[in-house]
């Protein structure tokens, strides 16, 4: 469970990964590079089943001499055999699903690189593609509905702000789009898809892979609140290594080819706790919609918006919301001193609205109207004055 999402533009790859290892026992590790380097014309980024990847890590070192950039997606090449048979021979789980790998592979010569993605399942067999144009999604967050749309949007827009596709650019630009689209989907979506909170970026073309060391920083005070946070994505003495440098934990990262874990324990890397947050996904009115309501609150402004979502049950059978929210209004309106004080403070805040299906209708066709008024949205919002309760 990870996710692996890559925009590719002619002969240019821009990548975006986590840190995230799941085992069957529900703990999670942080500590996981998914990149891995068969030689100097070979990688892999890797996606599914880490003791899986492993051995396929093995098997493409066994047979890397052999591969070519002619034959490396090839039905007869030795990359396609060699994984096929590890998929086909390695017994299935007695109870469960059976196990799956996803990746992309790159493999350069002086004079074309070969870009492909991987799909492989225990007992079923394995397919290599060429890798196509635009964004590819792999791993658990596949699940999260309209992901590719999203994401393709922000390098959209990210290729039109530059003037040009910039491969380091729009992978900062993929980031910043899956952290918001998590966070719509809830603080819980990070726990239930498999998928850590902090994000690597690369880059690939056809003079090589480059993947830089990041360092994060903020400390603001503000509507949102207080937010301070120090940490890192860097090498240290050769060692790779996400570092919180607020608390001093430091995660030494291994690529899949030497990972090894017992998983028995957790690790998460949180520095700047994305999964403490709003979870939309526990406000569900009982018909699979979901209501949310921003507030801002300004010394004589108050400012609201409604959103409307719906929960959506992932393929392990847990539930997130959808993060393409609809807009039902968006009202800012000067207030006096007085009635300012009647709405709930810290100055910002997200809520969760329970409405009973017979009331929705009537909601979303008031609510840009009546959004300010609290004895409407007491009457619609099933949970409005525990939320608003000594405001009012």
Known sequence: MTIIAAYKQDNAVSILSDFRASFPTGNREDAILKYFQVDDRMGFFTAGSVPVWTNAAQTIHNVAKDITVDNIVSTDGPLYITLRTLMEQTPAP??????????????WTPTKTMYFEIQGK???GIMLLPLE????????GQAIPGIRDLLTKAVYNNIQ???????????KAMRGSLISIMNRCGSSAYQKLGISPVFAIAGMNETGFRMEGEEFM?????????????????????????ANHQSKELVPLTDVSTFSSDGQSTLEFDPENRTLGFDPSAFDSGNGIIYVLVQNVGTTKVHRIVYKTRSVKLPNGKVIADPRYINLCDHVQ???????????????GEY???IPPDKQASFEAGVASHVLDHVWMSHHVDNYEDIFSGNQ
Request: hydrophobic share 30%.
């Open 352 to 354: 969760g609205l329970l």
């Open 218 to 242: 903020n400390h603001s005070s503000g509507s949102h609140g207080h937010k301070s946070y120090h940490y890192s994505f860097e090498r240290v003495h050769g060692q790779v290594l996400l």
């Open 94 to 107: 007695r109870n469960g699903p059976a196990p799956k790998i996803m990746g992309l592979g790159v493999y």
């Open 161 to 171: 702000r530059n003037q040009g596709y910039l491969i380091a650019e729009a992978a």
């Open 122 to 124: 225990i007992g079923s």
């Open 334 to 348: 000067d207030k006096s001193t007085d009635e300012v004080s009647s709405f709930l403070h810290p100055d910002y």
């Open 133 to 140: 144009e635009g964004i590819t999604v792999l791993g658990s």
